[in-house]
C-alpha cells in the first residue's frame, strides 16, 4: 500500500488526497516542486512507507499500511501477539499481515 508524508505524519492515500484536494492549486504546484511535506502531502511512497520498527498506520484514520518490519519490528508484533490480554483488531490485523 502507498503512504505519503506531510507534517511529520504517515497518511493513506485516501487521506493524503483529501487533504491534496483542499489547497489551492498554486500552493500544491510549490509544494510539489520543492518537495515541501510540510505544506501538502508528498508520496507516493511504497510499501506502507517502508521498513520501520513497528507496523506502521495512517495518522489521520487510522488505517494500517502494510509496511515491512525490520527484525526489531517482527520482535515487537510477536510480544504483543503474545500478550492474549492485547488481542485487539488491529493486533489480529497484524498477525494476519506478517503471518505471525
Known sequence: MNAYTYQAALLCEHCAEDI???LHPDVLADADKNGHSDIAPQGPYSDGGGEADCP???????????????DAGYAYVREMASDKSSHTSVINEWKAFYEI
Open 56 to 70: 506502521q498506520h495512517c495518522d489521520i484514520c487510522g488505517l494500517f499500511l502494510e509496511n515491512p518490519l525490520t
Open 20 to 22: 491534496r484536494d483542499h
